[in-house]
């Protein structure tokens, strides 16, 4: 009996270390169940090389799969059929260090879809379709020292889309539809020793002769030159940038110039306020009018009408004749000037090399009213110092930047009488006016 007792008092031990080794296996095949599912399906996670890799590459995947473990350091997501990367696409991997999108169909990164990817220092979108992407999200990835855009439909760059990016060595956009840079892109990128941008259909126009003066100078390698040609305009195209010849190129200017009404003469009612603005620049600047009244603004891209004052086919006006009738010499007539067309007018001169603006404030007064008193009072006293307007080969030009404020007086007999006077608003360019009664209209359109 005892020998008996003795042989069996070992299966309790052995049940029991028998217990201890299944819950070790059911704790094992948790942990595993546990890393099985924090990785996509389609997708291999693993480590190699001390980092957390996510394969999902050559899957065939149409979106990027969730569930990827939080601490995933390298992402790829090559060859697959995304369409496109929407906001939070990455939202689950903000450890993120490199991402591999390249051989998609993406045309679109929305914003946001690269913004929380803060740790980001590889991003491969090469071999895409992209044409709008999201640049203001590259302002959150400071990190980043390789950028593959190449091989994309790419037909602009944001002045400003580069500026966060001063630890980027190597920029490849090589291969895309762009036609011009903006000057200075480049200019953030102080730890740049790398670009591509070969094969691109540039303009080769005055926007472009920056690019190709700080490629000649920079210590950045830039490979491919040869490839780096001109699409247009017809008789340069084909030609290399770096051998492109000096062009005429000059920023904007601008001048709001008129003539003095007749001192004393009795114009009709419904007289024709008359302004030109005299534009220079290479290329031939665009010309855009500002127009704040009281009753809002209106902005017009000049010319809104033909030279016999009709609209021009395309544009909205309420008749055939628009209010404010902007001329393709610069000129901008107001017919009927009255109270309502009262307010601050401003030409804009933009071409490539930049812009230049001046403004002129109009105010419409009777003699003996408040706005006489204010805006009157004004003038003649600066008629007594000798300042305001003077006259030069029948052009009346302000003394001064500060003399851009024009009054129309109207008799309380309701025939109208004109004076130009200058007040002290400080402006940017020595603005003027033409005021024209109805009878010298003739004379301002023979310029045409």
Not at 50 to 76: K, M
Not at 255 to 267: R, W
Not at 376 to 397: I, S
Request: aromatic share 6%.
């Amino acid at each position: 009996m005892e020998s008996s007792s003795v042989r069996s008092s070992p299966a309790p031990d052995c049940m029991t270390s028998g217990g201890r080794m299944q819950e070790l296996r059911l704790l094992c095949w948790v942990v595993l169940v546990g890393l099985v599912q924090a990785c996509p399906e389609s997708c291999d996670c693993g480590e190699k090389y001390g980092f957390q890799i996510a394969d999902c590459a050559y899957r065939d995947l149409e979106a990027v799969p969730p569930g990827f473990p939080a601490n995933v350091t390298t992402l790829s997501l090559s060859a697959n059929r995304l369409p496109s990367l929407p906001e939070g696409a990455f939202r689950e991997v903000p450890l993120l260090q490199s991402l591999w999108l390249a051989h998609n169909e993406i045309r679109r990164v929305a914003a946001g879809a690269l913004a929380p990817l803060g740790q980001l220092k590889s991003l491969d979108l090469s071999h895409n379709l992209i044409s709008d992407f999201a640049w203001s999200d590259l302002n959150n990835l400071s990190a980043l020292q390789l950028l593959k855009m190449d091989s994309n439909e790419l037909t602009f760059i944001p002045r400003d889309a580069f500026r966060s990016l001063r630890a980027l060595r190597s920029l490849q956009l090589n291969h895309n539809r762009l036609h011009t840079l903006a000057e200075g892109t480049f200019a953030p990128l102080t730890a740049l020793s790398h670009l591509q941008i070969n094969d691109n259909p540039f303009d080769c126009t005055c926007g472009i002769v920056w690019f190709k003066t700080w490629a000649l100078t920079t210590a950045v390698s830039i490979p491919e030159q040869d490839n780096i040609t001109c699409t247009s305009p017809h008789v340069l195209k084909g030609t290399r940038l770096n051998r492109l010849l000096p062009l005429p190129c000059s920023a904007p200017s601008v001048q709001l110039t008129y003539q003095p009404s007749q001192d004393g003469a009795e114009l009709r009612p419904g007289f024709v306020l008359a302004l030109h603005c005299d534009v220079d620049g290479q290329p031939a600047p665009q010309l855009h009018w500002h127009i704040q009244t009281p009753g809002g603004t209106v902005e017009i891209a000049s010319p809104n009408v033909g030279a016999d004052g009709r609209a021009l086919p395309g544009v909205l006006a309420a008749s055939s004749r628009p209010r404010f009738q902007a001329f393709a010499n610069g000129s901008l007539l107001i017919p009927d000037f009255g109270k309502l067309e009262e307010g601050t007018y401003s030409c804009l001169a933009t071409n490539e090399l930049g812009s230049a603006e001046s403004s002129v404030n109009v105010a419409l007064a009777t003699p003996g009213e408040g706005g006489e008193d204010a805006l009157g009072r004004r003038f003649h006293g600066k008629a007594a110092e000798g300042k305001g307007c003077y006259t030069v080969d029948n052009e009346v030009q302000p003394s001064g930047p500060e003399d851009n404020v024009v009054i129309i007086y109207l008799s309380r007999t309701g025939g109208p009488e004109a004076a130009a006077a200058g007040g002290g608003i400080s402006g940017k360019q020595p603005p003027g006016l033409l005021l024209l009664g109805q009878s010298l209209l003739l004379l301002f359109l023979t310029s045409f």
